[in-house]
C-alpha cells in the first residue's frame, strides 16, 4: 500500500511534466504557425496560471458541477457517524462532507490532499444501502484520499481541462488563419496543429482512462482491507450494478471521480469509461479475499 501511495505521488510529478511539454508543443505551434514566438511563452504562461487555478479549485468545480451541498452531523448523522468512525480507523482527518440530491447511487472523493479533501454521496446511494454496504462504500472514497489518488485525479483533472482549454486556442487561431490568409501563417504548422488538436484531447483523456481504472481496483482492495469485510464491498458494488442509472447532472470532467460510471451506458460510453465493470471489480474481490 506504501508503494502504491508513493507511486501515485511520482506519477502527479510525471503527469505534470508531460503536459507541461504537451503544453510546450502547442505553444510552439502557435508560434510557428503565426511566425510569432512570443506566443509560446504566452501560451505556457497562461496554462500553467490556469492548470494552478484548477489545482486549487478542483473541489470546489467538483461539487459545483455535481450540485452538492455541504451537510454537518446533525443533518445526516447515520452518514456522519460511519465516516467519523472510518476516520478513526484510517487515521485521517475528517474530511468535508457533502450530499448530491440524485436518485441514481453514486459517491466520490475529491481535494489535493488528506487536509484538504471532501467526500459526497448521492441521495439515492443512502436510500439503498444498509450500513455495512454504506460503510463499504465510504471506506472505498476514504482510501482514494489515504493513498493520494485524490491528488493524481485533480492534477489529471486540472491539466485535461488544461488541454481542452488550449486545443479550444488552437482551432480559435486556425479559424483565423482560413479567414485571414495571411501570407504569414506557415501551411506545414497549419497541418500541425490540426493533427495536435485533435489527438492531444484524444491522448489525455486516454491518460485519465488508463489512471482511473487502476485507481478504483486500489480503492475497492484498500476498503476492503479497512473493514476486514470485503463481502461489504462486494455486495455495495452489486447494487451499484442492480440500480445503476445516469445521474441527472452529467458531465465527462468529474467522470473519473465517481465510484461508478455516472454517465449514460452505451458501447461507445462502455468502450472509453473511466471505470472497470462492475463484475471484474468484484472478481479481483472475490480472488482477493483471502488477503483481507
Not at 465516516?83 to 472510518?86: A, G, R
Not at 447494487?239 to 445503476?244: E, N, Q, R
Not at 471521480?257 to 474481490?285: C, D, V
Given at each position: 500500500m506504501y508503494k502504491q501511495i508513493a507511486?501515485?505521488?511520482?506519477?502527479?510529478?510525471?503527469?505534470?511534466?508531460?503536459?507541461?511539454?504537451?503544453?510546450?508543443?502547442?505553444?510552439?505551434?502557435?508560434?510557428?504557425?503565426a511566425n510569432d514566438w512570443k506566443i509560446s511563452l504566452y501560451v505556457l504562461v497562461l496554462a500553467s496560471i490556469y492548470a494552478l487555478v484548477q489545482y486549487f479549485l478542483s473541489s470546489f468545480l467538483a461539487v459545483a458541477m455535481t450540485g452538492a451541498r455541504e451537510i454537518q452531523k446533525q443533518d445526516h448523522r447515520r452518514l456522519y457517524n460511519i465516516?467519523?468512525?472510518?476516520v478513526i480507523t484510517t487515521g485521517l482527518p475528517m474530511p468535508k462532507v457533502y450530499?448530491?440530491?440524485?436518485?441514481?447511487?453514486?459517491?466520490?472523493?475529491?481535494?489535493?490532499?488528506?487536509?484538504?479533501?471532501?467526500?459526497?454521496v448521492t441521495t439515492g446511494l443512502l436510500d439503498i444501502m444498509d450500513d455495512k454496504e454504506l460503510t463499504a462504500v465510504m471506506a472505498h472514497e476514504l482510501s482514494h484520499i489515504k493513498n493520494y489518488d485524490i491528488r493524481l485525479a485533480m492534477v489529471t483533472f486540472s491539466l485535461v481541462c488544461v488541454i481542452?482549454?488550449?486545443?479550444?486556442?488552437?482551432?480559435?487561431?486556425?479559424?483565423?488563419?482560413?479567414?485571414?490568409?495571411?501570407?504569414?501563417?506557415s501551411p506545414i504548422g497549419v497541418v500541425a496543429l490540426i493533427i495536435t488538436s485533435i489527438l492531444a484531447p484524444f491522448v489525455a483523456a486516454m491518460a485519465q482512462l488508463a489512471l482511473s481504472r487502476q485507481r478504483e481496483y486500489l480503492a475497492d482492495a484498500s476498503a476492503a482491507k479497512i473493514t476486514r469485510y470485503p463481502e461489504g464491498m462486494i455486495a455495495a458494488l452489486?447494487?451499484?450494478?442492480?440500480?445503476?442509472?445516469?445521474?441527472?447532472?452529467?458531465n465527462g470532467?468529474?467522470?473519473?471521480?465517481?465510484?461508478?460510471?455516472?454517465?449514460?451506458?452505451?458501447?461507445?460510453?462502455?468502450?472509453?469509461?473511466?471505470?472497470?465493470?462492475?463484475?471484474?471489480?468484484?472478481?479481483?474481490?472475490?480472488?482477493?479475499?483471502?488477503?483481507?
Open positions: 507511486a501515485n505521488k511520482r506519477n502527479t510529478v510525471l503527469i505534470m511534466i508531460g503536459f507541461i511539454l504537451l503544453i510546450s508543443l502547442f505553444g510552439c505551434l502557435f508560434a510557428y504557425t465516516i467519523e468512525n472510518l450530499i448530491i440530491d440524485d436518485p441514481a447511487p453514486n459517491a466520490f472523493a475529491a481535494g489535493r490532499d488528506p487536509k484538504h479533501s471532501l467526500v459526497a481542452g482549454f488550449i486545443s479550444d486556442i488552437g482551432t480559435r487561431l486556425l479559424f483565423r488563419a482560413s479567414v485571414l490568409d495571411d501570407d504569414d501563417v452489486k447494487k451499484l450494478d442492480t440500480h445503476s442509472r445516469p445521474m441527472r447532472r452529467q470532467a468529474t467522470e473519473a471521480l465517481f465510484i461508478n460510471n455516472p454517465m449514460k451506458k452505451g458501447f461507445i460510453n462502455n468502450l472509453f469509461s473511466t471505470h472497470p465493470s462492475i463484475e471484474k471489480r468484484i472478481e479481483r474481490l472475490e480472488h482477493g479475499k483471502k488477503l483481507f
